[in-house]
């Protein structure tokens, strides 16, 4: 059954995207693995060959018409994403590689210039690898300790436990808004409250949660927030690190060149303005577009308006896998997106991941950049099935149909 309507008719929707409509195996694919990457829809590619075949140069640098172009198509993408997520200004969108670039951004300027020995920072027991490793890496160099929020074994955060750990000694709090292996939304507007009661600023790791619902900033009043182009339905190698200009204004530069300067001599260089000071070198102009066309793509329709398909998708896929004798579902949380992590029994996740690949079915299998989650659960692994608004319950019907026979297999 496909979710029909008058704004949000998945069929129809589905035809916006070249990838879904390949075959894998000689069978039609059946991608469900959006948590790791999302398809393009045509308009992103579009723009893409758009600036590479007749809009091509550098920005921010040149008074010919090309050059100006490309700067206002690239301003002009800026300003879309500053709309997306309501941010105050765009000065306070800054253009990185990805959700790491932003994390280790902050990392690098913030918390090299502002932590020391002793200050404390507070992530949580289900973060991404990329939330979790640039901590340890200042930790190691200023002397700072790494607090953890745990999690109770539906996958939601234990709150009171965070309570806990903030204290005079909390200098940063990062913490993910959707875990990409448990789903779980985390409730982080309440997490930001509580940190700022102590002036903690907090950084928000929104990979996830980006594509799932509409974000509001100011709303949040979160102080950093980082996503990144493609788990959008835009191109790689670009993301996003927001921040309120209060702060980006009080942070040294991350990376020193080009476009970075306001002035250079060899006795002293200063800085330019938000928010160049942050992006040294020539930018990812044609992604930066990339991403400025998804974000007008999915206005078409309106990201929430897939809420209700996607709960659909939940629901059925996890009464379908659970149905699977010796399937366990990971990650039960009361507030869940579209993510299905599960276990087989006496299967490895590796092995189910490619006998339903064999079937069509792209699943994503392993630890998912989420170690300490699989340590929580004593498990290597789990196969994670993560549903876009383009999926449907007969995809889902492919995947199940698929395990059956993977489990044959073992049998
Ligand atoms: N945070 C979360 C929650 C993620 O799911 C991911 C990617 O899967 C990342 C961070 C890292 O994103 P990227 O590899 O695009 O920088």
């Known amino acids: 059954m496909t979710h029909i309507s008058p704004i949000f008719n998945v069929a129809q929707v589905r035809k916006d995207f070249p990838n879904l409509h390949i075959l894998v195996h000689g069978r039609p694919l059946v991608y469900l693995d959006n948590a790791a990457t999302t398809f393009k829809p045509q308009t992103v590619i579009d723009a893409i060959e758009k600036h590479y075949k007749t809009e091509t140069a550098n920005v921010h640098r040149g008074v010919h018409y090309l050059s100006e172009k490309a700067t206002a198509e690239f301003e002009g993408a800026r300003d879309k994403i500053k709309n997306f997520i309501h941010a105050k200004q765009s000065c306070e969108v800054i253009f990185t590689r990805g959700t790491t670039e932003s994390i280790n951004l902050v990392a690098h300027s913030y918390g090299r210039h502002f932590l020391k020995e002793g200050d404390e920072i507070i992530i949580s027991e289900m ?64 997490i930001i409250t509580e940190a700022h009661k102590l002036h903690v600023p907090v950084l928000i790791d929104a990979a996830q949660a980006v594509t799932y619902h509409s974000i509001d900033v100011q709303e949040l009043d979160c102080d950093f927030l980082a996503f990144s182009g493609h788990k ?180």
């Not at 955060?157 to 000694?169: A, G, I, R, V």
């Not at 659970?322 to 366990?328: A, L, N, T, W």
Request: contains cysteine; neutral net charge.
């Open 127 to 190: 973060e991404h690898h990329s939330n979790i490793v640039p901590w340890q890496m200042l930790c190691e160099e200023k002397g700072c300790k790494l607090k953890i929020i745990p999690f109770n074994d539906a996958g939601e955060l234990l709150f009171d436990e965070f309570k806990k750990l903030l204290n005079s000694q909390t200098k940063l709090v990062s913490v993910v808004y959707v875990s990409n292996s448990l789903g779980t939304i985390n409730p982080v507007k309440e």
């Open 232 to 411: 959008l339905f835009g191109p790689t190698g670009i993301g996003v690190l927001y921040g309120k200009a209060s702060l980006l204004n009080t942070m040294p530069p991350y990376q020193g060149g080009g476009d970075m300067i306001s002035k250079v001599t060899f006795e002293k260089t200063t800085y330019n303005v938000l928010p160049y000071k942050f992006e040294a070198g020539t930018p990812n102009v044609a992604d930066a577009i990339g991403l400025g066309a998804a974000i007008d793509y999915l206005q078409t329709f309106g990201l929430d308006n897939t809420l209700q398909h996607k709960k659909e998708l939940l629901d059925y896929g996890t009464q379908a896998l659970q149905s699977i004798p010796g399937v366990k579902i990971i990650g039960t949380a009361q507030r869940k997106t579209s993510i299905l992590s599960f276990t087989v029994d006496g299967i490895h996740a590796h092995d189910i991941g490619t006998l339903v690949d064999n079937e069509g079915v792209a699943i994503r299998t392993g630890h998912h950049c989420n170690q300490p989650v699989m340590q929580h659960f004593h498990i290597p692994a789990t196969s994670r099935a993560s549903l876009a608004f383009y999926n449907t319950k007969e995809e889902i019907d492919k995947l199940v149909k698929a395990v059956y026979k993977a489990k044959k297999v073992f049998e």
